[in-house]
């Protein structure tokens, strides 16, 4: 009699299938193992044995020590998606599980290097996003940049400003092109997470999704998931997230003093400087009253004339905004030898490809012979202090010598 693998869980086969975003008649080609005892392996009612679930994991480029893991949920989370609406079912529940082997890469990194502490101000706003007026949401714009002590001086790198609050943010392909980005607080320690879809964009445009996530973490810390269900409702989010990060990028007053001319070539002038699309600055226009509905329309006329809408000037030449705080937290850990690659992929029970992607390293990185970086010499650190009796934390400083938004 054929026996299972002690300790399976068909919880974590689902887990893995669905992050790969691949249905169970995909994993059966893939592996050989037919759809039907997929099935059976994930809901528990009986259990592979060696040889079958190594080719399944093989198939899902997953650690074995994966499936032997506590089952876990992806139930009461609130995560935020931009473009929710459009995109797929299987597209979110992926994006999801990235989340959470996110989450599972800085809980561990995070026992040995100690990064910025979650820094988001309470905006005290209505629990109801539904009764947040406009109004509210410039205020709240101008609210967290002076909590943050920014002034209105043009935001030189957002992903270093959210670093630097203690926002663990990634930089992935999300394997859906309506699928921008996504943000969530652990509901155990309260940290936000924010990943940006990669499949398509600009350096403004994923510059404007994370402000948007920021908007949603701020604004709808407390919405019941009941609203983001009902399409109405959802939309009205949606679009209080990109009100925030409209008059978070680009405040009202400073916009309004630089634009010399309501003219595209004057907000061209304007671009490199604020860092935003030309679209964006056209909304703001128009939010300012500076602009009649006729003549944004003309405007929206002249940006496809020029073929703008498509590529705007400067695109190609801008580069991304890169996260950094997960990937200097990493090289530190294994460039101290707390920790080795090994380690690292065995605690997380994630692939060395998974962690190389959510946490920004080159693919392969971890693959190779890695050479240690003398990080202590490269960026400051605290005194090594001593967390309990089984790790050396060493304190990952906010760069300050970075200023936030001059970047």
Not at 247 to 258: H, K
Request: one cysteine or more; a neutral charge; aromatic letters at 6%.
């Amino acid at each position: 009699m054929k026996t299972g693998t002690p300790g399976f869980v068909g919880a974590r086969l689902r887990e893995a299938r669905e992050a790969r975003g691949i249905t169970a008649a995909s994993l059966s080609e893939l592996s050989g193992v037919s759809p039907q005892a997929i099935s059976q392996y994930e809901n528990g009612a009986c259990s592979p044995n060696s040889k079958t679930l190594e080719t399944m994991a093989s198939a899902l480029n997953m650690p074995l020590p994966f499936f032997t893991a506590p089952s876990r949920s992806l139930e009461g989370d609130t995560i935020f998606f931009r473009s929710m609406s459009a995109a797929t079912i299987r597209a979110r529940t992926s994006a999801k599980w990235k989340v959470k082997w996110l989450i599972d890469i800085a809980m561990h990194i995070g026992q040995f290097i100690s990064s910025p502490a979650a820094n988001l101000p309470d905006l005290g706003l209505p629990t109801d996003p539904l009764l947040i007026s406009d109004d509210d949401i410039e205020n709240a714009a101008q609210d967290a940049r002076r909590y943050w002590g920014m002034g209105d001086s043009p935001i030189g790198n957002m992903i270093l400003l959210l670093e630097n609050q203690g926002v663990f943010t990634a930089r992935l392909e999300l394997g859906a092109e309506s699928l921008d980005s996504l943000s969530m607080l652990d509901p155990e320690d309260g940290r936000p997470y924010i990943i940006l879809g990669t499949d398509k964009g600009t350096a403004v445009r994923w510059r404007f999704d994370a402000a948007h996530e920021l908007g949603h973490l701020l604004l709808h810390q407390h919405v019941n998931k009941r609203i983001l269900a009902r399409t109405a409702d959802f939309k009205r989010i949606e679009e209080q997230a990109h009100r925030f990060a409209a008059a978070f990028l680009l405040p009202m007053e400073p916009f309004c003093e630089d634009l010399f001319a309501v003219s595209l070539d004057a907000m061209r002038a304007m671009k490199p400087r604020w860092k935003v699309s030309i679209a964006l600055m056209i909304m703001r226009a128009r939010q300012a009253g500076f602009l009649s509905e006729e003549a944004e329309k003309r405007l929206w006329t002249n940006l496809s004339r020029r073929q703008w809408r498509r590529q705007e000037p400067y695109d190609l030449e801008m580069p991304a905004e890169e996260p950094r705080l997960l990937r200097r937290a990493t090289e530190m850990l294994l460039s101290s030898g707390m920790q080795t690659i090994e380690d690292l992929t065995a605690n997380t029970q994630l692939s060395s490809a998974d962690i190389e992607r959510l946490v920004g390293f080159p693919l392969g990185y971890l693959t190779n012979d890695f050479t240690p970086i003398n990080i202590i010499q490269r960026q400051p650190i605290n005194t090594p202090s001593q967390s309990g009796a089984s790790a050396r934390v060493i304190q990952l400083k906010s760069r300050k010598n970075e200023t936030d938004h001059n970047a």
